[in-house]
């Protein structure tokens, strides 16, 4: 009884220690699937914080897919999107003609003074001077698809 477990034994502590094995190296392994996955550039920006930043933007946009547009276009899935490219919204020669992609980038200068990227639009906002506002809101606005 005693000589049959300790063979068994024996086998045991080897499919521990090779799972251990296993184990260890699999934890840098999947660290490094995390990194290729992540966008090539962090957002830094707090989405919910760009929630209640959205709210300024809000009263002339929607943001759930489908939804209606408002004074101006849907902003479901932005990010990435061509500049007036919703085929049901009646944009300004001056947005249709500014050759833009929605990048982060040219998101946050947009919303920091949308006449200055393109004179001429029709959206008549201000601006927000806030950079933490802004980041928030370019995060916020990645969520959205
Ligand atoms: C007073 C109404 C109003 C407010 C407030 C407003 N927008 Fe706009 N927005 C518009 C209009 C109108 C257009 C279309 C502009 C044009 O055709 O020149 C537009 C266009 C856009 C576009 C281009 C979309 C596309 O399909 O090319 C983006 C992006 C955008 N707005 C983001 C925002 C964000 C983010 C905020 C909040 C910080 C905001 N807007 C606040 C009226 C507004």
Redesign the pocket.
Known sequence: MARSLIPAAGLGFAFLAATALAFIPATPASAAVVMMTSPPKAITGDVAAGAK??Q??????TDQQGAAN????N?FD?VG??????PN????S???GSG?T?TDDK?KE??SG?QKV?P??????PG?SDQKQVDD?IAY?NSKK
């Open positions: 930043v959205f300024r933007c809000a009263m002339c946009h408002r004074i101006g276009p902003l932005v999107r061509k500049a007036a490219s919703l919204f009646s944009y300004s001056a947005l249709k833009i929605w998101l947009w919303v949308p393109v001429g639009t029709r959206m008549t906002f927000l809101l606005l």
